[in-house]
């Protein structure tokens, strides 16, 4: 109990910010759960979050070596779903460290794995992973199709579909696109997500700014400066909101 206690708290320290404070509770949970009888599942789950907590600062390479241990203890206990989340963060890991290829291909790999599985979310992930290196490898049109494919199925869950849309309209803007990009969001339903509002409240701005309507760029950001509408976005996302006016 203890243990998962520990995990839990550091989770929640981290969303607050408190990067130093849930670093020291999940070594202290790997330690504690390495030495107890059926705590793998915990051992496993807080080297993997130690990992994410590494990505999120800096250190892919310290994140890569918690993801390793924490893929081959899934690995040995047969937990396949929790084996293929963790292989689709060591992969990312591999990108940042410039091992692109390497990163690439068992991106690859496990999206043939999930479709065998049927595991359409981390599929989903997966490819959403893809077509961010395939765009850094300027393969943008390989990207495009990849996003698209994604963003389009509505039988994904929202996140997954989200964070395609997001990507090829990122994508699009990138590409001098503007118009583009602000057809997509005029059609798209309305969400009540905080990161969803507030990434498509930016990226309308930027798309009408690319598109020389710097004043209605500037009014679209004012619109979320409404009580109503802040009132709706977590901290992080409001701050993201009031930088772009």
């Known amino acids: 109990g203890y243990s998962w206690a520990m995990n839990a708290e550091a989770i929640a320290l981290r969303r607050l910010g ?126 495009l199709k990849l996003y698209t494919a994604i963003a389009d199925r509505e039988d994904l869950p929202f996140r997954a579909r989200e964070d395609a849309a997001a990507g090829r309209r990122a994508l699009l803007l990138r590409r001098g696109d503007a118009g583009a990009v602000l057809d997509d969001l005029s059609r798209v339903d309305p969400v009540s997500e905080p990161g969803a509002m507030s990434r498509r409240a930016i990226m309308r701005s930027q798309a009408l700014r690319a598109s020389g309507r710097a004043g209605e760029a500037h009014a679209a950001i004012l619109d979320w400066l409404e009580p109503d509408s802040l009132s709706q976005l977590g901290e992080a996302q409001a701050l993201d909101v009031l930088v772009e006016i």
């Open 18 to 143: 408190s990067f130093d404070r849930a670093r020291s509770l999940y070594l202290e949970a790997i330690d504690n759960s390495a030495s107890m009888t059926g705590a793998t599942m915990l051992h496993a789950m807080a080297l993997s979050n130690l990992g994410n907590l590494d990505m999120i600062l800096g250190d892919p390479a310290e994140a890569l070596h918690s993801f390793r241990r924490a893929e081959s203890i899934h690995i040995e206990h047969q937990h396949e779903r929790e084996a293929a989340v963790v292989r689709l963060d060591r992969c990312v890991a591999l990108v940042q460290l410039s091992r692109e290829d390497e990163g690439l291909a068992g991106l690859d790999s496990l999206r043939a794995h999930c479709v065998e599985h049927g595991w359409s979310d981390l599929q989903a992930r997966a490819t959403n992973e893809i077509a961010h290196v395939l765009e850094g490898q300027s393969r943008e049109e390989e990207a």
